[in-house]
């Protein structure tokens, strides 16, 4: 896995820092897939990110939680390059690909062809057949994107995403739009294609359970920077009736502000997630 070429996304002072193989990337451990030091990006006179430090290992999986409006989407934005008016360094993979909640699929152009939009030189529809057979869309790889349902559309998404090679995965909420069968299969299929990739995933999400399932390691953004973290060492697959899962539910709950969690887990709901809840329902009431 190539990730020991890392590229820093331009900061408002217009500097670009290249790093090649084995050479010391400035301030990032070695080898690690990403590295964020003093980040802050702001709108106006508001920072929404504020002196952000981040480390995410090679082959790591993180879970990024936190309120609405704390600025986890813009930081998934900057480190997939798409949000460059910033401070600080930010060195990441230059192979990174990123996966939105909205499938964002061009409807006047057929699957396969959706799979290779952006790729540069001319891409033949093999690679994009291959990526598809890799999420179970192979058949559909002529069909055009509104014959899609919600689970296969987040799923063309990702092939999308996958046939780039990435070493640095971000998922930006892909689940969120999705009725509760479809994501439990969504987040089962992702986390098979991560045990077989080996890349390293930035996975942005409001839903607990769906982090502790998923992550190594869960994160907890505040006021712009990253406030908590917890380490998820549970074997996998893993079960949410484990006591060890429902104390850090519980935990991670209380963390974010929602009053009457407990050490198993019960208690309140995080405002977000009834949101999303809400979502799947009108989703699988659509359908």
Same mark, same amino acid.
Do not use: H, N, Y
């Given at each position: 896995m190539a990730t020991d070429v890392h590229r820093s996304v331009t900061d408002v002072h217009g500097s670009v820092t290249d790093t090649a193989a084995g050479k010391d990337p400035g301030s990032a451990p070695?080898?690690?897939? !990403?590295?964020?030091?003093?980040?802050v990006r702001a709108f106006g006179d508001r920072a929404v990110i504020d002196d952000l430090q981040l480390t995410?290992?090679?082959?790591?999986? !993180?879970?990024?939680?936190?309120?609405?409006?704390?600025?986890?989407s813009t930081l998934l934005r900057v480190l997939a390059g798409l949000d460059r008016e910033i401070e600080g360094e930010v060195l990441v993979p230059r192979r990174k690909a990123v996966a939105f909640q909205a499938p964002r699929l061009m409807p006047w152009k057929r699957v396969w062809r959706n799979v290779l939009l952006g790729l540069p030189g001319r891409p033949e529809r093999e690679a994009a057949v291959t990526a598809l057979d890799e999420v179970g869309l192979g058949h559909r790889a002529d069909a055009w994107p509104k014959t899609l349902s919600g689970g296969e559309a987040q799923r063309a998404s +990702? *092939?999308? *995403? +996958?046939?780039?090679?990435?070493?640095?995965? +971000? +998922?930006?909420?892909?689940?969120?739009?999705?009725?509760?069968?479809?994501?439990?299969?969504a987040q089962r299929l992702v986390a098979e294609l991560w045990r077989e990739r080996g890349c390293a995933v930035l996975l942005v999400t409001h839903d607990v359970e769906e982090a502790l399932l998923l992550a190594d390691r869960a994160l907890v953004m505040e006021g712009g920077r990253i406030a908590y973290e917890t380490t998820v060492d549970l074997p996998r697959p893993r079960d949410i009736a484990?006591?060890?899962?429902?104390?850090?539910?519980?935990?991670?709950?209380?963390?974010?502000? !929602?009053?009457?969690s407990t050490d198993d887990g019960a208690g309140g709901t995080d405002p977000a997630e009834a949101e999303a809840e809400a979502t799947e329902d009108r989703s699988a009431a659509a359908a």
């Open positions: 070695s080898g690690a897939a !990403v590295q964020v030091a003093g980040l995410v290992q090679p082959g790591e999986f !993180v879970a990024l939680l936190g309120r609405s409006g704390c600025g986890k +990702l *092939a999308r *995403a +996958l046939v780039r090679e990435p070493d640095l995965l +971000l +998922l930006d909420e892909p689940f969120g739009a999705l009725d509760a069968l479809t994501r439990i299969k484990d006591p060890r899962f429902g104390a850090l539910r519980a935990r991670l709950l209380d963390r974010l502000g !929602v009053e009457g």
